[in-house]
């Protein structure tokens, strides 16, 4: 779906420029030219940004207070998250062989 009409912008497309690392209307105007001329998509393209943010924050409860400081992108957000969900199985199967010994 069209969010700013007068640079023929996506929702998609401005998705993408998050994932890349745009933190703000600013930086996705410089970007892709969004909330440029009219403005009338200034609303829309703050809803992508908060969207964008609620989804990473869901993922890293963390991930807001880097966000300020624009360093992470949502792929270094999903590898955070797998090396967590990994370590938690892994000590999982470490007690679960802890608990097999002591039985024995
Ligand atoms: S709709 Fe985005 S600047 Fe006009």
């Known amino acids: 779906m069209y969010v700013c009409n007068c640079a023929g912008v996506t929702e998609r497309d401005i998705h993408e ?45 963390q991930f807001l207070g880097s966000h300020s400081v624009g360093a992470q992108t949502n792929q270094q957000v999903n590898q955070q998250a797998n090396q967590q969900a990994n370590q938690q199985v892994n000590q999982q199967a470490s007690n679960q062989s802890a608990l097999g010994r002591a039985a024995a």
Not at 26 to 42: G, Y
């Open 17 to 61: 420029a998050l994932d890349r690392g745009a933190r703000s209307v600013k930086d996705l105007r410089r970007e892709l030219n969004v909330a440029n001329d009219c403005c009338q998509c200034v609303c829309d393209v703050k809803r992508c940004l908060r969207e964008h943010q609620a989804m990473c924050q869901a993922v890293d409860p």
